[in-house]
């Protein structure tokens, strides 16, 4: 279990330092020490409330979040994690989906970003032709998110970079949210499947992790404001998940 904190505390130091939860992460850390597969993404979407409720309540009382596209977005993605969190997998498909999804993950966090002047202000950045059928992209996001008990944001806000959805501050406050709120649903989602008694076997199991992630996130927004420049904590992290998702790919 030390080891285990340990490795829970390192990811949401990192996810927290580039604005995500780290959900996927957890989930396979809780595979890899053969946590019961049924209860991984109980915690995983547990630890992932904890790291990005406060972003989320930092980013709206800054003036950021652009509440009309996030919550249209979220809204959309919201009801499909809640399918995702109700809908039976087998084990070996659980792994393998989770797996591929971390090396995703991975991937994406080394797409660079390119910041214009406007988006450095934090001012919107003039969205491209194909920003309106974002929503659309939302909906399997989620399903995803509820299915392996991640959030959805870091696969959500690359794309919204890509099509200068909005400023980078409010793509980092939006993807919070989605997170948030995906969060929430796919645990529900889990919940009525397994049954409500799993949320305390979680808790009785994860309490010393969701301590983990609280600390290692308050440290993660501090790293990033503070000391290492964003890309280095974007390379570290995109190792780790990779790591990570090809050792359970491997092993499944």
């Keep these: 279990m030390p080891l285990l ?9 990192l996810y927290a330092a580039v604005g995500f939860g780290g959900g996927s992460t957890y989930s396979a850390l809780l595979a890899l020490s053969g946590v019961d597969f049924r209860l991984l993404p109980v915690i995983s979407l547990l630890c ?22 996030a919550i249209v977005l979220t809204a959309v993605a919201a ?11 087998k084990e070996s498909a ?23 002047r406007a988006a450095q202000n934090g001012e919107p950045e003039g969205a ?14 989620g399903y995803l998110a509820g299915l392996v008990g991640i959030g959805g944001g870091i696969f ?4 919204l970079h ?6 980078a501050r409010a793509i980092a406050a939006t993807a919070a949210l989605f997170i948030l709120v995906n969060s929430l649903f796919g ?6 499947k397994n049954g409500p008694d799993m949320i305390g076997t979680a808790f009785a199991f994860g309490l010393p992790l969701l301590l983990a992630v609280a600390v290692g996130g308050q440290f993660g927004s501090l790293l990033a404001v503070r000391f290492l420049p964003q890309k280095w904590i974007r390379w570290m992290t995109a190792a780790l998940t990779i790591w990570v998702g090809a050792r359970l790919l491997l092993g499944s």
């Excluded at 992932?48 to 596209?69: K, L």
């Design 79 to 89: 009801p499909a994690a809640l399918l995702g969190g109700l809908t039976p997998i």
């Design 5 to 13: 904190v340990a490795a829970f505390a390192l990811t949401a130091l």
């Design 94 to 116: 659980f792994l393998g989906i989770l797996g591929a999804s971390l090396v995703l993950t991975g991937m994406t966090l080394l797409v660079p970003q390119t910041a214009t």
């Design 128 to 141: 491209g032709r194909f920003a309106r059928w974002m929503p659309l992209l939302a909906a399997p996001i």
């Design 187 to 192: 645990l529900a989602g889990q919940l009525i």
């Design 156 to 159: 959500l806000a690359p794309f």
């Design 48 to 69: 992932n409330v904890v790291v990005v409720a406060g972003s989320t309540i930092r980013f709206a009382r800054a003036g950021v979040t652009p509440w009309r596209g």
């Design 162 to 167: 890509l099509v200068r959805w909005n400023s």
